[in-house]
């Protein structure tokens, strides 16, 4: 597939907004701009300053298709063991069906599993119904209801 994951770096994020303003189904409205460059530029500085949180981009050649967050989470429950959550997992739409955000999620779970967290979990928006069908075939059950609420 010769497709490399790595950690994002800064000069990335406008490739990575990219991919969440072109998901019409999120509805975050991202957009890369020079009014929103700062906010994004702090939220990846305070990503890269995180021991628990890293950013991951999927690169072929020299374009990136594809993005994820992965977050380590220490819990009381489970005997204080190690959560692992994934986030913000966008796969550019002409490269999606060739394996990239298997490839993604396998990394994601070997980063966590190296890390010793016990768990991986990831939210999908409940209109995903393909993202929902794709992430049970890599083996993840729909075991929780999730809330939101914008503060």
């Not at 628990?52 to 977050?71: E, K, N, W």
């Not at 380590?72 to 997992?89: C, D, M, N, Q, Y």
């Not at 016990?118 to 729909?142: C, M, P, V, W």
Request: glycine fraction near 10%; charge should be positive.
């Amino acid at each position: 597939m010769n497709l490399l994951l790595r950690e994002a770096q800064a000069s990335d994020l406008p490739a990575i907004i990219g991919l969440h303003a072109a998901d019409r189904t999120g509805g975050h409205g991202d957009c890369w701009s020079e009014a929103t460059r700062p906010a994004y530029e702090a939220a990846f500085a305070r990503i890269a300053a995180s021991t628990d949180c890293t950013l991951f981009v999927a690169m072929r050649r020299d374009t990136l298709l594809g993005s994820f967050q992965l977050t380590l989470i220490p819990t009381i429950t489970g005997r204080g063991g190690l959560r692992a959550k994934v986030e913000s997992v966008q796969v550019a739409q002409a490269a999606r069906g060739q394996g990239i955000g298997a490839a993604m999620m396998a990394h994601a779970e070997s980063v966590a599993r190296d890390a010793g967290a016990a768990f991986i979990e990831l939210a999908s928006n409940k209109a995903r119904t393909d993202a929902h069908r794709f992430y049970a075939r890599l083996g993840y059950d729909q075991s929780h209801l999730g809330f939101k609420k914008r503060l």
